[in-house]
């Protein structure tokens, strides 16, 4: 976005239509309407479009371009032109650019955007872009002319050979888009939810007037130097590396390479890399040598190589590894990956053989490596496939792994070494994101509790004590540190003034930290509740709170449950409640009829010895069936129902069996 090859054709702050906007970032908190780009005279929204105007879906980013410009959207908006040809006055890539490039220092960057602007209509054509830069120049496109204005093809190239992106493109904001089926869409969804973190940091007065709005964005640790798509994808396959004994054969045999192997690099640190290939390809060598280029620019990373293939070539790197020392290592693999000879012993070659063999069968059935593919696996994560890897590409995995949570892991577990950390990023990187948030620091004085325990995890509850809430969580917090699981702090936010009672209800939620049995016989207690201290001139009522499906009823009690006056009866009220039946919903539709209900349909439910059935309402398709705790089976009823119809799919949780059940 900083780059030189980056030309911004409108600058919000500067250009005069802008100057009737207000300039405080502090507007940016005033409410406006749902997916509305805040007219701030700030370039808070900078995008970047990467063009290759040859490529089919650079016409729609020009349609973009013009849109934006058409319509004073508040879009600081730069252009960066790439091509991979060098034909010159007769190839659309180099002759755009450079009339681009001319029109800049004739006209000045405004005229761009007009120029710009006539190809949404006319289309992106070399005939069109001809006509139109003759009426506003009268220049000659000749091959001189465009190897003259060529300096924004050069460094786009440059920006995408160091940056791994591709065109057509887009960064928002220094965020990567490169997929331009829906390009507008894209973008304003893009910029809403890039917003409410510039929003946030307005309100806390971590930014201000003075600050470039472009520069904050570019320190967020989302935002890398380098862009690879294979790298970056969030769907990688992740190895769990801390069950590797109990999971077969070649998991075995990994676990002892990982122990065993030769690693070289940086010692102890938090992220480990194990190379997988055959050196001998080009793509292995590549990536063996940027590895080697690597080693030390990369103070956190460590490496290991494993062979797929029994060549010459990977022979000598495996007998290198073998012989030399850490010192000398690196310069010797380089040199050996490079083309010059190694020592080699005819009786190492049946144990090269055999490294070969497990090796081998460990990258196909464990890390899911196709043959003739080369692979990284970091920290449990495997890239695979990573053609034309380069140094920058090595060192991005290092950043990605770093910040997934080795760098922390390492900070933390300061006295483990590298094969422990390793595995825990591995158990981690599996485990399903949550969201975190962090209280201020709240003070203790006069409003919080501190419950002291020696649990594994610390739980911090801000509540008001006069509320539903309240009532629900206390005791499920109580079970929870009673069974040595949290250390617990309490943190008391009532609501300062009350025009009414806030609670109006006695509640116990049934929850004990482990089973009770009874004496008499050693079966499970039953649990219960129980209320002391009640009012008795007050008019209450008792009742169970249940998940909505569950159909509940006292089962025993000789008092009116919706009307208790404990000065009316001797010793109290008692009752006891058991689960009737589930309820099961849904809704049926005919997908060949416009989703339309099914209206009169009927269903089956059944398990051993019990069945219900019901009907298909007409409104929604709605239909209602009662069962048990237990395993069912849900089916057309026999008759008009099966012959007509059949269940083809099914929404939301649950899964269809064969046979449509």
Sequence with gaps: MRDDAVLYINDLEKDAQYKHWPTQLHELLRPSYPGMLKQLRKNIYNVAFLLRPSHPDCQSLINLIAALLENNAPVHIGLVFTSDTKEGANNIDTVLPAMIHKILEAKGRQAIGEFLAEFSDNGLKLENIRSEFSDLLGLPITEEFVSENNPLVVAGNQLLQSSGLTAPSMLINGMVVDDMSSAEETLLESLQTQLPKLQRAVY?????????????????????PRHNAQIMDPKAYTLPLTDLDKSGDQYVDLDEILKDSIWFGTQNAPVSMVIVGNYESPEGKQLLLSILQSVEKLSESRFTLLFTSETELNYRVWATLQSSSPEQLVARLTAVAQGETAESQDESRAVFSELVRKHSAVSHVVLHVTPGNTAVMCNGRVVTPLARASPEDIKLLETLELRSGAEKIKSIMTTHDSNVI??????????????????????????????????PFQVEAVLDPLSVGAQQISQILHVLHSARLITLRIFLNPIDKL????????????????????????????????????????????????PINWMVASTHSPYDLDNIRLNDVEQGVYAEYGLEYLVIEGHSHDPTRYNNPTKGLQYDLRSADTSYDTIVMANLGYFQLKAGPGLWTLSLRDGPSKEIYQVTGVEGPGSLQEGGQ
Excluded: C
């Excluded at 806390?204 to 964005?217: A, C, M």
């Design 204 to 224: 806390l007065g971590e930014v201000n007037d003075r600050t470039d709005i472009l520069d904050w964005y570019m320190t967020d640790s989302s935002i890398l």
């Design 422 to 455: 390793m595995r825990a990023a591995s158990l981690l990187r599996r485990q399903e994101p949550v969201k975190r948030i962090s209280f201020p620091e709240l003070k203790l004085e006069h409003s919080a509790a501190v419950v002291p325990g020696d649990g």
């Design 499 to 546: 025009s009414e009672i806030p609670v109006k209800r006695f509640y116990r939620y049934v929850l004990e930290p482990e089973l009770r049995f009874k004496d008499t016989d050693g079966s499970i207690a039953e649990i219960g509740s129980r209320f002391t201290d009640l009012l008795p001139h007050l008019l209450l009522t008792m009742s169970l709170s249940t």
